[in-house]
RNA sequence: GGUCUCGUAGCUCAGCUGGAUAGAGCAACUGCCUUCUAAGCAGUAGGUCUUUGGUUCGAAUCCAAACGGGAUCACCA
């Protein structure tokens, strides 16, 4: 297609130059897809030259329409509506081009450049939800179509497992576990670490209400003391409360800053109360705030972190006990998704690297320090702002860690590009990430690519782990497995096969809806997920596309049977076609070009796209035409060949969406 | 409020390097299974492409503004 594009393009290009001494390129030439409605495939569009020939938009249409149908034997006729040019290729040529499709081999690049893409990067401490489940089959899904592009992919994980999160999970579970284990409740690992850290999110909720409630009274109490009293919880209380009055929507993010600041409160209060000897409700609240502070379970979160930094070891044997659980529940559900990795990063074993980047950065003076002992790099330049990347403490934040983890995968691989699927919540902080390795001076820097996507929403608006509004990931693929069996058995097409394979099938026809379904819409954008009504079996879905696969297989049992042979010269002089017929060989030869285009947008919904119109396409000639009725045995040594051809690559774009195929349905 | 992003049929989405009467699927309605799988095919109906200006032979597409969603603006990860 390629190629026939190219010489019609050439061809163009010299009869603009032979009948109206115009000088165009061929590369210049745009040839544009024909509408459905008129004949043609290429068109043409005259307007642009109407002042420089000198005539009307259709008289130069005409013109060059008759001279490339007698000069050009691939074009078979024209028509010219308005100033678009309308070109028809003739059958014989799109036998040619199907036959050049038939026996081409893959070529492989020489050089082949290095691709890490990292994806999934789950956290440790619940279960994989409908949002991850998008990150995992692009991630999957951009990862093969790279490869199919000839780079050498690396498919990465950076699991998180450590920090408060973990803790959470930890120490609801320490207080209330009670030594469940996975095997002794029957629960998912994963999922039971999940319940924990629900539980926790609930407790600590409702303490940080109680602490507020405690809060309000100082303030209350504070408003109708000294003026001296006054100015010094103004400064130090109001200021926190303002912040977090009415703040209980974003409570959940904010539970760890909200707790560092008790004590500083605390230590205020003490330093009023002393001065304030004689109102004892200071001191009363201060005995309040204090024991409801160390009461806090965040607080015993983050003293718990504090312990696995420095290896306490029943800490650690805690963490690794419930990590383990997590990651059988994990692996559990990448077989069934059908997604895997090359190599897994921990993030307990990478969180310290960022800081040799931040002494580098020091040492090259892009990094400087505040007097507090803060470091911090300036992006004023980059258009971004001031941003932080060694606390005081000397402690990471997670950019730190995301510049060691750069320059670790870097020293792993030498990638030439580094993907980064992330939702898109994030795209200042990837954008300041690439801004710092740049400023570095860091040769992959130019390399990192963010693969931002957009939110899975519900009818009912943004998932929310805390009201219970997000969609479970082992539930939902259960219920399309579920799903996708009542409508196989209703059809009642798959005698014959044993349980094994049906349910295997019910599996393969399930995840081909839901990666289709998720996969299809571009990843920029945000998208609706509606259980009730989004997964369908019908129009535009995954199943239907694979449906047309097991049609074509059935054809080729049948035409294995009989013995029809697919060979090249057993219809190469083939001089007729349906139209139906050069549609789909039309379709077939753009497939390397789609491929490419995906990989240059990183979109796995240009392959979607395309599947779907040659399955489209496919179905309109299997209708109209009939195979095995063809007494010329050109045509019918043709038509096989062709559905072989449509099947093999339904099967490779399908494939580059992680999805499988079946040969019955 | 600053920055970024999105706004196309009742719903979910394509189309966006400027080109014809803006396309699919779902939902609604009408046809097509004695012939290779009807999870299919053909058709009907449904649109001021959020609005207003600009650029030009031509704008859903490019530019600007307004309106409306969303994200982000942590010494959280």
Redesign the pocket.
């Known amino acids: 297609m390629i190629a026939l594009e190219r010489k019609i393009a050439q061809s163009v290009s010299s009869a603009l130059q032979a009948l109206f001494s115009v000088n165009l390129a061929p590369d210049q030439v745009n040839l544009q897809p ?2 459905k ?2 004949a043609g495939t290429f ?1 043409f ?1 005259t ?2 030259y109407t002042k420089t020939v000198g005539k009307g938009p259709e008289q130069i249409g005409h013109t060059l329409g008759e001279y490339l149908k007698t000069n050009v034997p691939e074009i078979a006729d024209y028509n010219v ?4 040019l ?1 070109l028809v290729i003739n059958d014989e040529t799109w036998v040619s081009v199907f036959r050049n499709l038939f026996n081409q081999p893959t070529t492989e690049t020489g050089k082949r450049e290095k691709v890490v893409v990292e994806y999934s990067s789950p ?1 440790t401490n619940k279960p994989l939800h409908l949002g991850h489940l998008r990150n995992n089959f692009l991630g999957y899904s951009v990862a093969e179509i790279l490869k199919a592009n000839g780079k050498d992919v690396v498919k990465v994980n950076l699991i ?1 497992d450590r ?3 973990i803790c959470k999970s930890m120490v609801a579970y320490q207080k209330l576990g009670n030594g469940e284990t996975p095997e002794l409740t029957g629960i998912k690992g994963d999922h039971l670490v999940g319940k924990y850290y629900v539980l926790f999110e609930t407790i600590n909720k409702f303490q940080i209400k109680q602490l507020k409630a405690v809060q309000e009274e100082l303030f209350n109490l504070g408003n109708f003391h000294s003026e001296r009293y006054r100015i010094l919880t103004i400064d130090q209380v109001f200021h926190y409360w303002e912040n977090f009055k009415n703040d209980l929507e974003k409570e959940e ?2 539970d ?2 909200y707790s560092r600041l008790i004590p500083k409160l605390l230590n205020s209060l003490k330093k009023i109360a002393k001065d304030e000897r004689e109102n004892p409700s200071i001191f009363f609240i201060i005995k309040k705030l204090e024991s409801l502070y160390n009461e806090l379970w965040i607080v015993q979160a983050q003293k718990m972190l504090k312990k696995w930094e420095s290896g306490d070891k029943k800490i650690i044997e805690l963490w690794e006990k419930m990590n383990g659980w997590v990651y059988a529940g994990f692996d559990e559900t990448y077989r069934t998704i059908g997604v895997d990795f090359d190599k897994y990063y921990y ?1 307990s074993q990478t969180y310290l690297l960022g800081k040799d980047s931040v002494a580098e950065g020091l040492g090259n003076y892009v990094f400087y320090r505040k007097s ?1 002992g ?1 470091v911090w790099v300036d992006l004023k330049e980059e258009g971004l ?1 001031e941003k ?1 990347v060694l ?2 403490d000397g402690t990471s ?2 950019i730190t860690q995301d510049l060691g983890t750069a320059q670790l995968k870097y020293d792993d691989f030498k990638y030439d590009t580094s993907v980064y699927v992330i939702a ?6 990837m954008q300041v990430l690439k801004a710092i390795l740049q400023k570095m001076g860091k040769p992959y820097a130019a390399g990192i690519f963010h693969l931002s996507y957009g ?1 899975v929403d519900l009818p009912s608006g ?1 998932m929310k782990s805390r009201e219970g509004t997000v969609v479970d990931a082992d539930e939902l693929v259960a219920e399309m497995v579920e799903t ?1 069996r009542q ?2 058995d209703e ?1 009642g ?1 798959i005698e014959g096969l044993s349980e094994l394979e049906a349910q295997q099938l019910y599996l393969t ?1 399930a995840m081909g809806a839901l990666k289709y379904f998720l996969l ?3 990843p ?5 997920f509606n259980p009730e ?1 989004s997964i ?6 995954g ?2 596309i694979q ?1 047309t696969h ?2 074509i ?3 080729m049992r ?1 035409a294995a049977e009989l013995n029809i042979t697919t060979e090249v010269n057993a219809f190469e002089n083939l001089i007729n076609l349906h139209e139906t017929e050069a549609e789909v060989v039309a379709l077939l030869a753009t497939y390397q070009k789609v491929v490419a285009e995906a990989a240059g947008l990183f979109a796995p ?1 240009v392959i979607g ?1 395309y599947a779907y119109d040659l399955a ?1 396409a496919y ?2 000639f ?8 063809e007494t010329n045995p050109a045509a019918l040594a043709f038509r096989v060949a062709l559905s072989g051809k449509v099947a093999e690559t339904v099967k490779k774009a399908m494939r580059l969406l992680g999805i499988n195929v079946p ?3």
């Open positions: 024909t509408r409605e008129f068109t569009v307007f642009p509506v308005k100033g678009f309308n956290n998180n920090g408060i999160h993010k904010k760890v800053a993030e507090d803060s702002d932080l606390r005081a934040v997670y898109d919540e994030q795209n200042y902080h939110m943004k996708a409508r196989t059809l097409k026809l299809k819409v571009d920029k954008k945000r998208m609706l009504e369908n079996f019908q129009g535009n879905t199943p239907f449906y097991a049609r297989a059935a054809i049948k919904s796209q489209k179905n309109r299997y209708t109209e035409v009939s195979i095995f009725q040969d019955r349905m």
